[in-house]
Structure formats: structure tokens, C-alpha cells
């Protein structure tokens, strides 16, 4: 389901005689504006902004029309960033703008959306030379009582679906490790002899040499690219490139699909896509943050956490635990929780989580969630009986097994578990052991 936000720009975003002037909108305060500065790479950091925006608006699975959606954009310290889903909801894109690439200073923190509408688009493709590219993310000298006067309102659907995906990536990443490294003129020849767009097969990249070998089979130490013309966004920044750094959790022989990350390094900036282990699959529908919202406790541990956040780069969670006085695990439990309402990123080059702050409610991720809902239902209703690492749990007239497995995962009769053997985070009855576990322990 969508929720229609109303976004409010003074006036198009446009590269002017200037620079580069991107209209902001939400935020801490409407019209924000949290950057003045130069861009010391224009060309690059056009391209990066381009293959954002172009993710933005593509379709990888079942493509149709392209969709009009504006890119997230947060100002932290030392930090740019700005990210964006696909119309499917299956990639996750995001550019970030190191201190070596800009001349000037963040002067607000903050996460509101960008516009980067056609004209722009068109502006930034002819960008190129060497000479510095000024940024105002905001329009000059805003005050409220001046905006209503001047203001452009456009009303665009604000997925509920990107909001999931935001909370599923950030818990997905954190898990991820550096796989490889490769040069630039490798990564080059490697990403021109990948599949082209219409092909929708799970292949695995092996780092060989100084380069990646693909591979029909997993093995220990690949990283699983599905889809793999989805990575075509990154193609428009490899002249710029240094490095092509890929990242993905532990992975063996007979491992099932999995999420991986491609991230290009400038040396100002980095350009990343995340993609979703399979091409129809959507990181909305992932499922990995459910077990670390289904407590109660967590909640609580959320608004303690919350009001420690700062605006760093990156969060430290073991100073975050000390500060809250948590066990690191709960700290990162309530991260999860936080990440559903889009206040917590996760940065797999700085391996670490940074703070951004969406528009948005953050109990609706939580309310939408089928299966979280049906589980705090079944146990509200007594519906679930243990029996040490096992329970039964009664759900209309049939009753399901549930185990807890020794690595903490679930296993349960249902026909979601048999469909999906724990690919996509726990069935409704194992999130109602896990609560009631919780609870008695």
C-alpha cells in the first residue's frame, strides 16, 4: 500500500549557471537546507547522482512505464548521502559523498527527498570537465514565512514498500562481510561480460586473481549476483572508478540465494547497489527484521536508543550500549526496530550503522507486516503451547509444530516455512513462540 506525502519545493531542482541546485523537501524543517559547497569531482558525482535517480525509477522485474520517485537525500557531519529503492522494490541504491568530495561545509543534519526531474537529468548527463560543481541541497536563505508564497507542491506516492525495504536492508547488511576487491579495468571487462538485462538466472561470483569468476554453483567465499542486469546503473561511474568492492554473508556449497552488495569507489564517493537475492523478489517481503521487532522489550530499548543518536557518520554500537547501559544485542534489536520508522542506515564500506530521519510513522511498518500482526494475534488469543525447543500452536482449525533450531533459528510445519525453509524470515506462528519465549523467560 502507498501513502500519498505531499512534498514541497520552491522550484525545480536545476544545474545552473552556479551549480548544482537540488530543491529539498520534509525533514526537520520544511525546505531544509543542509549543504552549500563545491563538488571536487562534478562528472563522477553526476553520474553517481544519475545512476540514484535512475534506480529510482526502474522497474527490474516485470519492467513497465518508468515511475517518477525522489531520491532520500540525509546531511550528517561529514557525510552525503542519497539513496533509493526500484520500482519493484528488489534495489537498493545509495551514493555517498566522502569529506574528500566536497569544498564546503554541512551546516544542517538532516533526511528529506531530492528532486531530480527530467530537466535535471538531462543537465547532469552533459556535465563533465574538471572544474568544481557547486551544491546547494536547499534553497539560500529559506524562511517559513517566505515559503507559502512562492512554493511548488507535488503530490507523489511515497511507497510503503521502500520503508520496509529500508528496515530489511539495513538488518540484511549488517551481516555482510568484504568478499573482494578488483581494479577498475577488471571490474570494467568483468560487469561487460554479465548477462544482459532480460536475464533473471542466479549466478556466483569467485574472486580470481585480480578479478571475479562466475559460477553456476555457490561456493565458500562466492557472492551470489542474481539478476545480474541489474547492476547496469554502476556502469555510468566506472570511468570514474578506483575500485569495485563486493560484499555478502557467509556462503557454502548447496547455500540458497542470498542479497549482495557492489559498491564503486571514486575516492570521493561511492556508488553501492544491494541487490535482492533473487530478481522478483523485493526487499520489502524479506522478512529479516522480524524476529527483532516481535518483543516487547525492544520497543522500549528503541525510544532509550533513539534519544542517544547522534548525528555521526557512522553509530558506535558498543558506545551506544554503554551509554544506554544495553548488552550490545539489545542495542542492536532496538537499531532494527528504529530502522523500520528509516532512522538507522546500514554502511557495509564503513561497517557500521548511521543515522538518517524519514517522514514517515513509525509504527506502520509494524501494522502492514501480515505476519506480525498474525502473530501478536495468536498470542493475544493463548494460541501457543510449549514443550521446551518445541511448541504447538493452534491457528484456525489446524495446529502447527514449531522447533527452535540450536542456532536460534525456526522450523514449523506450516506451509509458508515449507515454501520458503526460512529464506524469508519466520512464519506467524514461529514469531508467536519467539514472543511467548520472551515473555516466559
Same mark, same amino acid.
Given at each position: 500500500?502507498?501513502?500519498?506525502?505531499?512534498?514541497?519545493?520552491? @522550484?525545480?531542482?536545476?544545474?545552473?549557471?552556479?551549480?548544482?541546485?537540488? @530543491?529539498?523537501?520534509?525533514?526537520?524543517?520544511?525546505?531544509?537546507?543542509? &549543504?552549500?559547497?563545491?563538488?571536487?569531482t562534478?562528472?563522477?558525482?553526476?553520474?553517481?547522482?544519475?545512476?540514484?535517480?535512475?534506480?529510482?525509477?526502474?522497474?527490474?522485474?516485470?519492467?513497465?512505464?518508468?515511475?517518477?520517485?525522489d531520491?532520500? =537525500?540525509?546531511?550528517?557531519?561529514?557525510?552525503?548521502?542519497?539513496?533509493? &529503492?526500484?520500482g519493484?522494490?528488489?534495489?537498493?541504491?545509495?551514493?555517498?559523498?566522502?569529506?574528500?568530495?566536497f569544498?564546503?561545509?554541512?551546516?544542517?543534519?538532516?533526511?528529506?527527498?531530492?528532486?531530480?526531474?527530467?530537466?535535471?537529468?538531462?543537465?547532469?548527463?552533459?556535465?563533465?570537465?574538471?572544474?568544481?560543481?557547486?551544491?546547494?541541497?536547499?534553497?539560500?536563505?529559506?524562511?517559513?514565512?517566505?515559503m507559502e508564497?512562492?512554493?511548488?507542491?507535488?503530490?507523489?506516492?511515497?511507497?510503503? $514498500?521502500?520503508?520496509?525495504? &529500508?528496515?530489511?536492508?539495513?538488518?540484511?547488511t549488517?551481516?555482510?562481510?568484504?568478499?573482494?576487491?578488483?581494479?577498475?579495468?577488471?571490474?570494467?571487462?568483468?560487469?561487460?561480460?554479465?548477462?544482459?538485462?532480460?536475464?533473471?538466472?542466479?549466478?556466483?561470483?569467485?574472486?580470481?586473481?585480480?578479478?571475479?569468476?562466475?559460477?553456476?554453483?555457490?561456493?565458500?567465499?562466492?557472492?551470489?549476483?542474481?539478476?545480474?542486469?541489474?547492476?547496469?546503473?554502476?556502469?555510468?561511474?566506472?570511468?570514474?572508478? $578506483?575500485?569495485?568492492?563486493?560484499?555478502?554473508?557467509?556462503?557454502?556449497?548447496?547455500s540458497?540465494?542470498?542479497?549482495?552488495?557492489?559498491?564503486?569507489?571514486?575516492?570521493?564517493?561511492?556508488?553501492?547497489?544491494?541487490?535482492?537475492?533473487?530478481?522478483y523478489?523485493? &526487499?520489502?517481503?524479506?522478512?529479516?527484521?522480524?524476529?527483532?521487532?516481535?518483543?516487547?522489550?525492544?520497543?522500549?530499548?528503541?525510544?532509550?536508543?533513539?534519544?542517544?543518536?547522534?548525528?555521526?557518520?557512522?553509530?558506535?554500537?558498543?558506545?551506544?550500549?554503554?551509554?544506554?547501559?544495553?548488552?550490545?544485542?539489545?542495542?542492536?534489536?532496538?537499531?532494527? @526496530?528504529?530502522?523500520?520508522?528509516?532512522?538507522?542506515?546500514?554502511?557495509?564500506?564503513?561497517?557500521?550503522?548511521?543515522?538518517?530521519?524519514?517522514?514517515?510513522?513509525?509504527? $506502520?511498518?509494524?501494522?502492514?507486516?501480515?505476519?506480525?500482526?498474525?502473530?501478536?494475534?495468536?498470542?493475544?488469543?493463548?494460541?501457543?503451547?510449549?514443550?521446551?525447543?518445541?511448541?504447538?500452536?493452534?491457528?484456525?482449525?489446524?495446529?502447527?509444530?514449531?522447533?527452535?533450531?540450536?542456532?536460534?533459528?525456526?522450523?514449523?510445519?506450516?506451509r509458508?516455512?515449507?515454501?520458503? @525453509?526460512?529464506?524469508?524470515?519466520?512464519?506467524?506462528?514461529?514469531?508467536?513462540?519467539?514472543? =511467548?519465549?520472551?515473555?516466559?523467560?
Open positions: 500500500m502507498n501513502a500519498v506525502q505531499t512534498y514541497r519545493y520552491l @522550484q525545480p531542482s536545476a544545474l545552473r549557471t552556479a551549480g548544482l541546485d537540488l @530543491q529539498t523537501s520534509g525533514g526537520p524543517a520544511a525546505n531544509p537546507r543542509f &549543504f552549500s559547497g563545491f563538488l571536487t562534478p562528472a563522477a558525482a553526476a553520474a553517481g547522482l544519475l545512476a540514484v535517480a535512475e534506480v529510482a525509477r526502474t522497474r527490474y522485474h516485470q519492467p513497465v512505464s518508468p515511475a517518477s520517485l531520491p532520500v =537525500v540525509t546531511g550528517s557531519r561529514n557525510r552525503l548521502r542519497f539513496e533509493s &529503492f526500484s519493484c522494490c528488489g534495489v537498493y541504491a545509495r551514493m555517498d559523498v566522502v569529506p574528500a568530495g569544498d564546503g561545509e554541512v551546516v544542517g543534519h538532516g533526511t528529506t527527498n531530492v528532486d531530480v526531474n527530467p530537466p535535471l537529468r538531462e543537465a547532469l548527463a552533459r556535465v563533465g570537465g574538471i572544474e568544481p560543481l557547486h551544491l546547494a541541497v536547499g534553497p539560500d536563505d529559506l524562511t517559513v514565512s517566505t508564497a512562492a512554493v511548488v507542491e507535488r503530490k507523489v506516492p511515497l511507497p510503503g $514498500r521502500w520503508m520496509r525495504g &529500508f528496515a530489511e536492508v539495513h538488518v540484511l549488517a551481516g555482510f562481510e568484504p568478499r573482494a576487491e578488483v581494479p577498475a579495468a577488471e571490474a570494467a571487462a568483468f560487469l561487460r561480460r554479465l548477462p544482459g538485462g532480460s536475464d533473471r538466472s542466479v549466478l556466483w561470483a569467485v574472486p580470481a586473481g585480480r578479478t571475479l569468476r562466475l559460477t553456476s554453483r555457490p561456493a565458500p567465499g562466492a557472492v551470489c549476483l542474481a539478476g545480474a542486469g541489474r547492476l547496469a546503473a554502476l556502469r555510468g561511474l566506472l570511468r570514474h572508478a $578506483r575500485t569495485l568492492r563486493v560484499y555478502g554473508p557467509t556462503v557454502r556449497t548447496g540458497p540465494a542470498v542479497p549482495s552488495t557492489w559498491e564503486l569507489d571514486t575516492g570521493s564517493l561511492r556508488l553501492s547497489l544491494t541487490l535482492s537475492p533473487e530478481p523478489r523485493g &526487499f520489502s517481503g524479506e522478512g529479516a527484521a522480524l524476529l527483532a521487532l516481535a518483543g516487547d522489550e525492544v520497543i522500549d530499548d528503541a525510544e532509550l536508543v533513539s534519544a542517544l543518536l547522534s548525528w555521526d557518520p557512522t553509530i558506535d554500537v558498543v558506545a551506544l550500549a554503554e551509554a544506554a547501559g544495553l548488552p550490545d544485542d539489545r542495542v542492536r534489536a532496538a537499531l532494527a @526496530q528504529l530502522g523500520t520508522a528509516g532512522r538507522v542506515g546500514y554502511d557495509v564500506a564503513d561497517a557500521g550503522y548511521f543515522h538518517r530521519v524519514l517522514p514517515h510513522d513509525a509504527g $506502520r511498518a509494524e501494522r502492514d507486516n501480515p505476519r506480525l500482526v498474525g502473530a501478536r494475534t495468536l498470542v493475544e488469543q493463548g494460541a501457543v503451547r510449549r514443550d521446551g525447543d518445541h511448541a504447538t500452536v493452534r491457528s484456525g482449525d489446524e495446529d502447527y509444530r514449531v522447533r527452535r533450531l540450536p542456532d536460534g533459528g525456526f522450523t514449523c510445519t506450516c509458508w516455512w515449507a515454501k520458503h @525453509q526460512g529464506q524469508r524470515g519466520p512464519c506467524k506462528h514461529a514469531l508467536a513462540v519467539s514472543m =511467548v519465549a520472551e515473555v516466559t523467560a
